[in-house]
């Protein structure tokens, strides 16, 4: 419940700074990926409990491929929308397994050294693997339970978030 109140905060004060009024969770990642699977997976849960706003699941990706356009499709369609971005990310050992909720873009890519767009008005991460070799096959070798637990966990606080939300939206008079 405190990932929901702590995300419940930061939309607020987006909303409030930007004047924007819905939000959209934007997943990032690559279903072809161990490591690069969280914000898949974290879509493809949003999905399955019918979970507001999404772009990013396990049979539609966005990743380094569609990004780009993706970010453009966000300036046209959702301009009016909070994004809340989702992606691994690479730590030390000791953070493995850490998820961190903040304002903010994030940079995807940037730990397998991939110059993408930074996108997000608040950013989910989740330490998927350390190491200080950034390369690719870091993510191969990705523990699935590691990603599995932190998607769970993500959805979960997202999920109470939007508990909040419905709480707090005032009734229409009718």
Same mark, same amino acid.
């Given at each position: 419940?405190?990932?929901?109140?702590?995300?419940?905060?930061? $939309?607020?004060?987006?909303?409030?700074?930007?004047?924007?009024?819905? $939000?959209?969770?934007?997943?990032?990642?690559?279903?072809?990926?161990?490591?690069?699977?969280?914000?898949?997976?974290?879509?493809?849960?949003? #999905?399955?409990?019918?979970? %507001?706003?999404?772009?990013?699941?396990?049979?539609?990706? @966005?990743?380094?491929?569609?990004? #780009? #356009?993706?970010?453009?499709?966000?300036?046209?369609?959702?301009?009016?929308?909070?994004?809340?971005?989702?992606?691994?990310?690479?730590?030390?050992?000791?953070?493995?397994?850490?998820?961190?909720? %903040?304002?903010?873009?994030?940079?995807?890519?940037?730990? @397998?050294?991939?110059?993408?767009?930074? $996108? %997000?008005?608040?950013?989910?991460?989740?330490?998927?693997?350390?190491?200080?070799?950034?390369?690719?096959?870091?993510?191969?070798?990705?523990?699935?339970? $590691?990603?599995?637990?932190?998607?769970?966990?993500?959805? #979960?606080?997202?999920?109470?978030?939007?508990?909040?939300?419905?709480?707090?939206?005032?009734?229409?008079?009718?």
């Amino acid at each position: 419940m405190m990932f929901g109140r702590q995300l419940e905060g930061f $939309v607020n004060q987006v909303r409030e700074e930007r004047g924007k009024k819905n $939000v959209l969770f934007l997943c990032i990642g690559s279903d072809r990926s161990t490591g690069d699977s969280l914000g898949p997976l974290v879509g493809y849960k949003l #999905e399955r409990k019918g979970t %507001g706003k999404l772009l990013g699941t396990l049979k539609k990706p @966005v990743h380094a491929v569609n990004l #780009e #356009e993706t970010v453009s499709r966000i300036g046209t369609e959702y301009q009016d929308s909070v994004v809340v971005a989702v992606d691994a990310s690479i730590g030390r050992h000791e953070h493995v397994g850490y998820i961190t909720v %903040g304002l903010g873009a994030l940079k995807p890519g940037l730990g @397998v050294r991939k110059n993408l767009s930074a $996108v %997000g008005d608040i950013f989910i991460t989740g330490i998927v693997g350390s190491g200080s070799s950034l390369e690719p096959l870091l993510l191969q070798n990705t523990r699935l339970s $590691v990603v599995m637990e932190m998607a769970d966990c993500i959805c #979960e606080g997202i999920c109470a978030y939007c508990l909040l939300e419905e709480e707090n939206r005032p009734e229409e008079e009718g």
